[in-house]
Nanobody, 123 residues
């Protein structure tokens, strides 16, 4: 198993930036894709971005061009750099991982989840 811990959330003004971190412990981090998801009050869980174990990246249309996902395997960490934040980005952000060496595809299972970090964007 892999354990995931998110950090970096906080309160930021619209137009500002935050960098979220997802730190993994357990088996070989480089074998896992990592995804970021968010859930705002009263809304469904939403895919945000993901990065494969081969460092291919994927983004939701709502964040493409504003968010950037990257990984540092030496530090067992995936980052979500968020620019030009909007109030509608306010949510609890979770990172997640599937089984190792699984490609990122629609409808895939995300088996391991962190506890989440709150991002609040004020207008």
């Amino acid at each position: 198993q892999v354990q995931l811990v998110e950090s970096g959330g906080g309160l930021v003004k619209a137009g500002g930036s935050l960098r979220l971190s997802c730190v993994a412990s357990g088996r070989a981090f480089s074998s896992y894709a990592i995804g970021w998801f968010r859930q705002a009050p009263g809304k469904e869980h939403e895919f945000v971005a993901a990065i494969s174990w081969s460092s291919d990246s994927h983004y939701a249309d709502s964040v493409k061009g504003r968010f950037s996902i990257s990984r540092d395997n030496a530090k067992s960490t995936v980052y979500l750099q968020m620019y030009s934040l909007k109030p509608e980005d306010t949510a609890v952000y979770h990172c997640a991982a599937p089984q190792p060496q699984i490609p990122i595809v629609d409808g895939m299972s995300w088996d391991y989840w962190g506890q989440g970090t709150q991002v609040t964007v004020s207008s």
